[in-house]
């Protein structure tokens, strides 16, 4: 994800537009292990409709509901199907999706490089040789990764469910939808915002940026590129770009006027980039108010892991929250922490209900309390539960 704790230049020309703007702009058991590709099983112990211009991301209801690598609860991530059923549930925004490049320098939509755990890859013989072990932010990890592939030989690939132990109904879906190119979600956005008279808006995220650019693919100048073409590079455009390295958000400040956030994984971790520039800086340092003043420079706000804003004690339980919700309100820092789950092992421990690794626990009550906190938004794997909470919370 582009954090240690736990992510040459183009051959393209680019152009880059500055922009005017001034001042002022993960390790939940789930979040770390779906990050890393895994299998979570068990518990621990146990606006308008122009499709360019809309009111801007200070216009979208509160607290927004993110769906998270789409409807990700109910259909295998990253995949047209995941992010059309969260438009269908009536989400804010759709996180389409998170972006890594391809050999040929296309940009895809998947949660990291490595492919094992949402793809079908290792049932293709073709592509058996291809298997590999790298360091990827300082971890080693095996397995096929995307730049190894041409954007051709990964269209041959069929998306599968990440975690079949804890979502087994979503696998009735497995190598039903491609992997998405990013520029494909830009068409899908525009198509499904024609469609409804409403619209769709996207949160793509940059991931390994750091890693890519030293192979030189380097991500936010293709995705700029991209989100020009298609006029949606502005700051009112309906696109929210977000980053765990702090440097990839800089750099698309330079680029577009999209809405930027940074996202804060654990306290104890330091962005990758930071470790590769050999800042000292923790994600503890950044929380803190001059950490937060700086970030307001170059972005509009951050996504803190939720243990960020609610700490859990060493069972699991939430504790008293921080003042992080306070503070980065003080630097015109809006907070879309991640990510709620309704499974029983991604809730903190007093809201789980019995131990099946696939079954619900008390997730409206879970929103219910982060949502008291005064954040602005939240990412979600369900969509349409966080928009009954939504609504209940606005209720009182
Ligand atoms: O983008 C917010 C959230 O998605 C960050 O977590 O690891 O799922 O990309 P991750
Ligand atoms: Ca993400």
């Given at each position: ?6 992510e040459s230049?183009?051959s393209e020309?680019?152009?880059?537009r500055?922009r ?7 390790a939940?058991l789930?979040?770390?292990v779906?990050?890393?590709g ?25 607290p927004t509901?993110?769906a998270?690598?789409g ?6 991530e990253?995949t ?11 989400a804010d ?5 998170d ?5 040929d320098?296309?940009i895809?939509?998947r ?9 079908d890859?290792?049932s293709?013989?073709?592509?058996a040789?291809?298997k590999t072990t790298?360091?990827?932010d300082?971890?080693s990890?095996?397995?096929w990764?995307?730049e190894?592939?041409t954007?051709?030989e990964?269209?041959?690939l069929r998306?599968?469910?990440?975690i079949?132990a804890?979502?087994?109904h979503?696998?009735l879906?497995?190598?039903?939808w491609e992997?998405?190119t990013?520029?494909e979600v830009?068409?899908?956005?525009d198509?499904?915002?024609?469609k409804r ?7 793509p995220?940059t ?16 995705v700029?590129?991209l989100?020009r ?5 502005r700051?009112?455009?309906?696109v929210?770009?977000?980053s ?5 958000i800089?750099?698309?400040?330079k680029?577009v006027?999209n ?9 104890s971790?330091?962005p990758?980039d930071?470790v590769e ?6 994600v503890a ?6 950490g937060?003043k700086?970030?307001?420079t ?5 996504g ?5 804003i ?8 939430l ?10 309100h003080a ?5 879309h922490p ?6 029983n ?16 626990g008390?997730?409206f009550?879970?929103?219910r309390?982060?949502?008291?906190t005064?954040?602005d938004g939240?990412f ?6 966080g928009?009954l909470?939504?609504?209940?919370f606005l209720k009182g």
């Amino acid at each position: 994800m582009g954090t240690q704790g736990s992510e040459s230049q183009d051959s393209e020309s680019y152009g880059a537009r500055p922009r005017s703007r001034g001042t002022g702009r993960r390790a939940l058991l789930g979040a770390a292990v779906l990050g890393a590709g895994g299998a979570v099983v068990g518990l621990p112990g146990t606006a308008g409709a122009d499709t360019r211009q809309g009111g801007g991301y200070r216009s979208l209801p509160k607290p927004t509901v993110i769906a998270h690598r789409g409807a990700s609860g109910y259909r295998p991530e990253h995949t047209l199907g995941s992010y059309q059923l969260a438009v269908d549930m009536g989400a804010d925004v759709i996180e389409a999706g998170d972006l890594v490049p391809t050999k040929d320098g296309h940009i895809v939509c998947r949660h990291e490089p490595e492919i094992g755990g949402t793809t079908d890859v290792a049932s293709h013989p073709e592509f058996a040789s291809r298997k590999t072990t790298k360091l990827l932010d300082g971890v080693s990890v095996t397995g096929w990764f995307t730049e190894d592939f041409t954007l051709a030989e990964l269209k041959t690939l069929r998306a599968v469910e990440r975690i079949p132990a804890n979502r087994p109904h979503n696998t009735l879906y497995n190598g039903r939808w491609e992997i998405p190119t990013f520029e494909e979600v830009l068409k899908w956005q525009d198509e499904q915002t024609r469609k409804r008279g409403k619209q769709v808006w996207i949160y793509p995220e940059t991931k390994h940026p750091t890693y890519f650019r030293k192979l030189g693919l380097g991500l936010e100048e293709r995705v700029a590129k991209l989100l020009r073409r298609y006029g949606k590079d502005r700051k009112n455009s309906p696109v929210i770009l977000q980053s765990f390295e702090p440097s990839s958000i800089q750099r698309f400040d330079k680029l577009v006027g999209n809405p930027l956030v940074v996202l804060l994984s654990g306290a104890s971790t330091r962005p990758w980039d930071f470790v590769e520039a050999g800042d000292p800086r923790t994600v503890a340092d950044l929380v803190k108010p001059a950490g937060l003043k700086e970030i307001a420079t170059y972005a509009q706000g951050i996504g803190p892991t939720l243990d960020l804003i609610i700490p859990r004690d060493s069972s699991g339980n939430l504790t008293t929250p921080t003042t992080l919700v306070r503070d980065a309100h003080a630097e015109g820092l809006i907070l879309h922490p991640y990510t709620m789950r309704n499974e029983n092992p991604f809730l903190p421990a007093n809201f789980r209900k019995g131990t099946d690794a696939d079954a619900y626990g008390d997730a409206f009550g879970a929103f219910r309390t982060y949502f008291a906190t005064g954040i602005d938004g939240v990412f979600t794997d369900h969509p349409d539960t966080g928009l009954l909470a939504r609504a209940d919370f606005l209720k009182g």
